[in-house]
């Protein structure tokens, strides 16, 4: 069982203030106090640090703070699986972005379920910056994402490497000779709202390249897939995705790849889980059976 102090420290921690935090918890902020001393007794290391009327965390409080969200998280995974035991049902609780979630998990959801028709399946879906949040609040057990996370925080496999790729309608008027990102400046471009693994992945190139989202002649932000390749398909401008988004319409002849010079992105699609957890043999069974395949540790 969990200790109960360790509660009060991630009270704290999300509220930098003893106060608050006894109103979350409904106790005094004199116990409080005491739990955290107990605590920095124990582990004998100083957890917080005043700046003025402020408090921070020390360095070894930050160490400490991922080790019990990853304790917390364990303990709540831990209580679940006890209570499948005794419903003799699995359970799967996870998170996934939005390209990986419409495009990547019908299949293997599908075939997980074949396996274990009597498992309860909630599939989150968020960005994610959205999702290690939900992590660490133990509100999700895993998620599979396409962006960017601390690896210092997360254990992590590669599920897939995927090629990301500029698409267009398959006789759509270029304004120029299209050989290099720049000159597809003149076109309009419909992509993915800020925050998106999408967006991100397409800025960061951008940037590579001294160039920047709003070069581009006209910008339109949406922040549906299934939305942004209608209007691809519509001719009404061109855009930048994972080829497993649009596979289908390429095979189809409805959208077609745009060939360029200086454009060869893949990026992965990468499941995840905090660091250190006890279930670690668990995730990587999970692992296996949702990718069909063996585990490639991401370092």
Not at 61 to 80: Q, V
Not at 164 to 193: A, N, T
Request: aromatic fraction near 10%; glycine fraction near 6%.
């Amino acid at each position: 069982m969990l200790d109960f102090r360790i509660d009060t420290f991630l009270a704290v921690c999300a509220h930098m203030n003893y106060t608050k935090a006894a109103e979350e918890l409904n106790i005094t902020q004199p116990a409080v106090s005491q739990h955290i001393r107990y605590l920095e007794e124990t582990y004998r290391t100083r957890l917080f640090q005043h700046r003025g009327k402020k408090i921070e965390l020390t360095a070894a409080g930050r160490l400490f703070l991922s080790s019990a969200i990853t304790m917390k998280h364990d303990d709540l995974r831990l209580r679940e699986k006890l209570a499948e035991v005794s419903r003799k049902k699995n359970r799967l609780n996870f998170g996934v972005t939005l390209t990986i979630g419409e495009y990547v998990m019908p299949g293997p959801i599908a075939s997980y379920l074949q396996k274990y028709p009597d498992t309860a399946i909630r599939m989150l879906t968020a960005n994610t910056s959205e999702l290690l949040k939900r992590m660490n609040s133990s509100e999700i057990d895993f998620a599979l994402v396409e962006g960017y996370f601390p690896k210092e925080e997360y254990d992590s496999l590669v599920y897939s490497r995927e090629r990301y790729i500029g698409v267009c309608r398959k006789d759509y008027p270029f304004h120029k000779k299209v050989r290099r990102i720049e000159d597809l400046l003149p076109e309009r471009v419909i992509i993915r709202e800020p925050g998106s693994g999408t967006r991100e992945i397409w800025e960061n190139v951008l940037e590579s390249k001294n160039l920047g989202v709003h070069d581009f002649r006209n910008v339109v932000e949406i922040g549906n897939i299934n939305a942004i390749k209608q209007l691809v398909g519509d001719g009404l401008g061109i855009t930048f995705l994972y080829q497993a988004a649009v596979q289908k319409e390429l095979e189809e002849g409805l959208l077609a790849e745009i060939s360029l010079e200086d454009f060869h992105i893949t990026h992965d699609f990468t499941f995840i889980w905090r660091k250190n957890s006890i279930f670690a043999e668990d995730y990587h069974e999970l692992f296996e059976l949702l990718a069909g395949r063996d585990a490639v540790t991401v370092n």
